[in-house]
């Protein structure tokens, strides 16, 4: 593994563990008064955050991506709060700068390490010439 895609699997992982910690401190500890009780909390907040662990562990790049779709939810979340209780405000940026860096780090080492492994798609381009040569040479 290069080098560059090494630092941004770390900013991954690390903002991944982080965003995990602070949205169990925040929702268990931090809240002053509980609105929902401690299982509908843990499956809508933390359930969701712990589907992609063992692929971010792993390293594994096609994780990386889809948890990029994870963590919109969590962006969404950050913005409705921040915007909604003021209160909560400082916990909605600490979340949102959580989930930048991690998607920023997912993003960037998905397509660094796809390229490295050879997982890039093909150019458009590429594939119809490959099939144009396909069924020319069937014709003949």
Known sequence: MMP????????A?????????????WQFLLVDERI??????????IL?????????????PYTHAWANFIVLFYVIHGFT?????????IHAIIE?????SMFTGCCVYARLRGRELGLGLQKLKDVMEEE?????????
């Open 4 to 11: 560059k895609t090494r630092q941004y699997r770390y900013l």
């Open 48 to 60: 969701p955050l712990i589907l992609p662990l063992r692929g971010l562990i792993a390293g594994k």
């Open 132 to 140: 144009k040569a396909t069924f020319e040479g069937d014709k003949k």
């Open 36 to 45: 929902y009780s401690t299982l509908f909390v843990t499956i809508i907040y």
């Open 13 to 25: 992982l690390i903002s991944y563990l982080l965003l995990l910690s602070w949205i169990t401190v």
């Open 81 to 89: 709060v921040a915007y909604a209780v003021p209160a909560e405000r």
């Open 96 to 100: 949102l700068v959580l989930c930048s």
